[in-house]
């Protein structure tokens, strides 16, 4: 099992950046790849950007794409979501989640592939 915990929410305003982190704890991190979600009050739970646990490869929302970047840092123990250029419509509730796979070059974009999730953090985006 993981443990996950986001952090680096708040209030940006419309243009700008935010950088999201997701610390983790578990052995076996370095085999979970990872990814964020958002969800707006009202809104069914969206996907945002994936990252293999190889770190190799990335998948992206198409709301979000050129826009925000995932990394990771195994050694670490950290993913990051950066944010750029936020829109009001980006304001939601941002979810780090875990899938332990084999699959060192695997991405998922599905709520019911993941394993773990954390709490969440607020992003609000003003305009």
């Known amino acids: 099992q993981v443990q996950l915990v986001e952090s680096g929410g708040g209030l940006v305003q419309a243009g700008g950046s935010l950088r999201l982190s997701c610390a983790g704890s578990g052995r076996t991190w370095s085999s979970y790849a990872m990814g964020w979600f958002r969800q707006a009050p009202g809104k069914e739970r969206e996907f945002v950007a994936s990252?293999?646990?190889?770190?190799?490869?990335?998948d992206y929302g198409d709301s979000v794409k050129g826009r925000f970047t995932i990394s990771r840092d195994n050694a670490k123990n950290t993913v990051y979501l950066q944010m750029n250029s936020l829109k009001p419509e980006d304001t939601a509730v941002y979810y780090c989640a875990a899938h332990f796979t084999a699959q060192a070059a695997g991405v998922f974009a599905l709520r019911y592939d993941y394993d773990y999730w954390g709490q969440g953090t607020q992003v609000t985006v003003s305009s």
């Open positions: 990252i293999s646990w190889s770190g190799g490869n990335t």
